[in-house]
Every structure is written in structure tokens, then in C-alpha cells.
């Protein structure tokens, strides 16, 4: 736990993301890059995040920590091989996430859905509709939790699949409250990330950074309902600075709430009015994913708890006993580990590139040959 623990140290002391990023690309562990910033030559760090960095609040370390140990819980630094390929190519992308649920699923393909947080009951009904239809086809919906279209988008695709939710708080508050078994949900199939240590709470100034998270991990975004001046409107906008697709669903010249999204499509997004076009659109890109993926599994040498029954990372043979192991009938991961011999996790990594490949559907967490 000392690279974790000097991460939270790291997150707690407010330092600029382009300075934390440097830090942690240029030292070969998060210990050392602690070590840099506490002696902080050259940084120009203020009073307060130098006295963060050399006396920690005790008792926010140990939340953090205790955070941090629980099942199901990952802290993704800059230099994390796990640190998602997509993200760190947008433009400011956050130094570090904190991540309930299955981090791996930042690497998967996703497209996010955002929109109006009073939307209409048509605008509602696009939204599931959309994202069941996505994640049937095999793509991870990407939202931000709010009410209206990110909350119907991410029931939508919890109906057929599995979502991501990128929050403006730590990843153990719920905002709105009124979602919190809507969370729940996400985190036990899914995944909540978010940029900020346990126990921040929601801030007016958190919401707009989060969107560019949204953006920067989607191959692409779709903005279902949405007012002249909304976040969704500064998420599309981010997307497409991340050289991103953006899309946008028309309305009804009468609805205030499609004006943002016809804005939009004048000023050069794609018009759908179909989930089809929107997956037929992004496929290709898809396949970088894929292929970054690939480069990660091959090159990368994983944590040791990532690596195969052998303990060494997974290999071309490995690759082949899983094959034969997977069936046309849906096989639970618990299964596929004694049928292999692998261990959870490097089979984790290789059903995702699978995925990606287009060999493998998953469904609530059960893995099984396309037909």
C-alpha cells in the first residue's frame, strides 16, 4: 500500500493536475514523486500544499486508506499501466481516479449519453431506449449521474448491459441522494469513477470538470435534450476538442430543451435519430481501442495480481486454454478460472480484449462465444 498511500497524500494536498502528472510521469514509483514534491524544488507550490504534503491529516489518510482496502475499490495513478488510453489522450485528463467497481471497464468501448436534467417524458423514454440499445450491441454507457437523461441512460443500459458513471463527488457519496440504489446498482455490475478523494462532497465547480472525464473516455457522445446553456452543451464541446465524435438528437422547435441540441448539429454534430447510426458510425474507432488494448496486454507487465496461475503475465497459450473453456452457453467468471487455471483477474483482462475483438459477449458478469 506505500504507492496508494502516497497517491491519497498526493491528491489531498490540491496540487495542479499538470504538476502532479509531471511528477508522476517523471519518477519511477508514486513514493518517489511524494518524495519530489515534498522537497518541492522548482515547483512553486503554495504554503498550504507543501504543509499537506509534509504533515497529512491523519485521520483523512486513514478514511482514505480504509477507502482504498475495500473489495472492489482501485486508485489509478498517471503512471498506472491500468490508467485508461482514451482518457489520457483528452486534453487535461485528471492525474489520478478513483474507481468503485470494475476498473477494467475504462478500457472497454463507450459512448456517453448526456442531456437535460429536466428533460421531457419523450426526451426520458430516448435516453433508456438509446442506452439499452447500446449496450446490447456490446458498448459501456458513459454518464454523470445526474437526474433526467443521465439517470434514464444509465437505467437504460443496466437493462441490457453495463454503464459507467463518472461523478462530481468522492466515489462514497451519491449526488443527487435520490440515486443512491441507482449507484449501487452501477457499482455492482459497472463502475463510478471520479477525480475526487472519499468524502468530497457535490460542489457547483466539480460538475463541469467532470464532463471532460465523460468526454475523454468516450469514443463518442450523444446529447439527448438540452438547453442553450447546459452542461451537456460543455461535454459535447469538450468531446469534440478531444477530437471525439459528437452527435445530437433533434426536437421539436417547440421544446426549449432541443434547441441546444439543434445549436449543435448547426454547428457540425452528427444528427441521428437512431442508436443504429450511432454504433454503425463508431465502430471503426472502436477497433484503436482495441488495438491499444492489445498493446498494453503484450507489453505492459502487469501487477502481480494480474498475472496467470504461473505468475508470470498471460501468454498466447493462455489466450488458447480460455478459448477452449468459453462455451456457446454463458460460463461465470469462478468457472472459467478453475476450467483454466488462470486466476480472476488475468482472465479479466484477456475477456476484455476479447470483447473488444468482437469474440466474446458478456452478459451480468457471465462471458460466452458470439455466435
Known sequence: MENDRALLILARAGLPAATL???????????AALDAARHGAGLGLAPEMRMALQQPDPAALAADLAWRSAPGHRLLGWQDPDYPALLRRAPNPPPLLFVAGDAGLLWHPQVAIVGSRHPSAGGRERAHRFAEAFARAGWTVTSGLAEGIDGAAHAGALAAGRTVAVVGTGADRCYPASHAGLMA?????????????PGTGALASHFPSRNRII????????????????????????????GREVFALPGS??????RGCHR???????????????????????????????????TAPPPPADRSARGQPPT???????WSALGHDPTGMDSLAERTGLTVAALSSMLLLMELEGRVVADNGRYARRP
Open 21 to 31: 502528472r509531471a511528477l508522476l510521469e517523471a519518477r519511477p514509483a508514486p513514493a
Open 185 to 197: 446498482r452501477i457499482v455492482a455490475t459497472g463502475a463510478v469513477a471520479t477525480e475526487h478523494p
Open 215 to 242: 468526454a475523454g473516455l468516450s469514443l463518442g457522445t450523444v446529447v439527448i435534450e438540452a438547453a442553450m446553456r447546459s452542461g451537456a452543451l460543455i461535454s459535447a464541446r469538450l468531446a469534440a476538442e478531444a
Open 253 to 258: 422547435v417547440d421544446n426549449p430543451t432541443a
Open 316 to 322: 498466447g497459450e493462455d489466450h488458447n486454454r480460455l
Open 264 to 298: 449543435l448539429i448547426r454547428d457540425g454534430a452528427a444528427l441521428v435519430e437512431s442508436p443504429e447510426e450511432v454504433v454503425e458510425a463508431l465502430a471503426p474507432v472502436a477497433q484503436a481501442l482495441a488495438d491499444a488494448l492489445r498493446g498494453r496486454l503484450e
